[in-house]
């Protein structure tokens, strides 16, 4: 079972595919070591003011993923992706989800550096329906997608961790200069710090002098 923060959802309004996904990663097996925080704001955000990411999954010994969750109908039109739910067009999920991923990464190789060699990557869920259309080569990749056909069936961990070994092959095969084949897998104690660091638990409160 994937440890979750926080441990139930508690954002009101939060939608079923996102739903979907937390009991999925909860109810688990073989993600006993992996921490998934849940509808994670982003205050520093590389081309917004602020942002939210839907799922920030960490998994020990592959990696950091930056899922955005579209359990609504999608279509894209003129280079505009729509959105069932009527919700405002944009420049669509797995831009989102790449965003947010480099937003929260660029952050984090400032405050905590020994993330900056780690990886990061993303990957856009549709669980309700399956996304047949061939992927982009200069937009994202197949294995970038995870729709409802994958997560039926297929063990989810071989699903999630499978996404970051292909991204690991990319970065490899692309010759990036951070990318060490060792060193950018995460371990357990690096896992758990980082996990920590992007949500801290805290307690403020007034102190009986200031009464």
Known sequence: MT???PSTI???GTPKGEKKLFKLLQNAEGTEDWFALHSFDIAKHETKTSGEVDMILIVPGAGILFIEVKGV?????AGKWLYDDGRPSDAG?????????????????KLYPE????????????????FNLPA????WHEWQVIDKRKLESRNIAT????VLEKAHKHAAGTGKRWYDSERSR????????????LRPNFSFGPSDRSA
């Open 93 to 109: 999920p797995f831009v989102q989800a790449s965003t947010a991923m480099h937003s929260i990464r660029n952050t984090l190789s």
């Open 10 to 12: 508690v954002r009101l």
């Open 73 to 77: 109908g999608v279509s894209r039109n």
């Open 159 to 162: 699903l999630f961790r499978g």
């Open 186 to 197: 995460p371990n357990k104690v690096i896992s758990e710090k980082l996990s920590s660091y």
């Open 136 to 139: 982009s080569p200069l937009e």
């Open 115 to 130: 993330s900056s060699g780690l990886m990061f990557f993303s990957a856009v869920v549709f669980p309700a329906f399956d």
């Open 3 to 5: 440890v979750m923060i």
